[in-house]
T-cell receptor, first 115, second 116 residues
Framework: AQSVAQPEDQVNVAEGNPLTVKCTYSVSGNPYLFWYVQYPNRGLQFLLKYITGDNLVKGSYGFEAEFNKSQTSFHLKKPSALVSDSALYFCAVRDRTGGGNKLTFGTGTQLKVEL | DAGVIQSPRHEVTEMGQEVTLRCKPISGHDYLFWYRQTMMRGLELLIYFNNNVPIDDSGMPEDRFSAKMPNASFSTLKIQPSEPRDSAVYFC??????????????FGPGTRLTVL
């Protein structure tokens, strides 16, 4: 079985400050990990993914995420937040072994960036 | 590339009516997924197809829901009869074929369904 936890329903940060959106996962084997963003009344958009190799993954719009196997985490980060980053963020996982092609999504974290 | 296309974008119907949602995946993508999003339950995978064949429909809530993919460029999700608790945003997504299962999914804009 595969699962994802996003412990924070909402994260508030001031523009220009660094942001972190937390994600932890559980899989039987090794994971593929993804971050998606959803703007109001829109579908989910892919931000970045971890497949293998370097634990620090860089993605769209200046976002990055760090894979930490010992802590089973894949937190999303950005050094300097923008008001336009305000959106709903989803972490997702797929087990490399036996997971088929199904992504399991977290419940989402609403990011609010204020001036 | 037009991306994943869904229609209609909004649907309002009365309880008991049949509802059909439509999806056109990105050309060349071999996988197609149907999701449902609600405030209470978040994003749920209903069913997915590979090369037009249903692979996993364990997320389909009950027999009132059915999905088909008659060809590589078209899929439908049907609810018959519809109930107010079916009100949600329904997303279609597609992804290309991959041998190691790591390709991201591309989502459509969704269909907002309201059942009165």
């Amino acid at each position: 079985a595969q699962s994802v936890a996003q412990p924070e329903d909402q994260v508030n940060v001031a523009e220009g400050n660094p942001l972190t959106v937390k994600c932890t996962y559980s899989v039987s084997g090794n994971p593929y990990l993804f971050w998606y963003v959803q703007y109001p009344n829109r579908g989910l958009q892919f931000l970045l993914k971890y497949i293998t190799g370097d634990n620090l993954v860089k993605g769209s719009y200046g976002f990055e995420a760090e894979f930490n196997k010992s802590q089973t985490s894949f937190h999303l980060k950005k050094p300097s937040a923008l008001v336009s980053d305000s959106a709903l963020y989803f972490c997702a996982v797929r087990d490399r072994t036996g997971g088929g092609n199904k992504l399991t999504f977290g419940t989402g974290t609403q990011l609010k960036v204020e001036l | 590339d037009a991306g994943v296309i869904q229609s209609p974008r909004h649907e309002v119907t009365e309880m008991g009516q049949e509802v059909t949602l439509r999806c056109k995946p990105i050309s060349g993508h071999d996988y197609l997924f149907w999701y449902r999003q609600t405030m209470m339950r978040g994003l749920e995978l209903l069913i997915y197809f590979n090369n037009n064949v249903p692979i996993d429909d364990s997320g389909m809530p009950e027999d009132r829901f059915s999905a088909k993919m008659p060809n590589a460029s078209f899929s439908t999700l049907k609810i018959q009869p519809s109930e107010p608790r079916d009100s949600a945003v329904y997303f279609c997504a597609s992804s290309p074929r991959t041998g190691i299962g790591n390709n991201e999914q591309f989502f459509g804009p969704g269909t907002r369904l309201t059942v009165l």
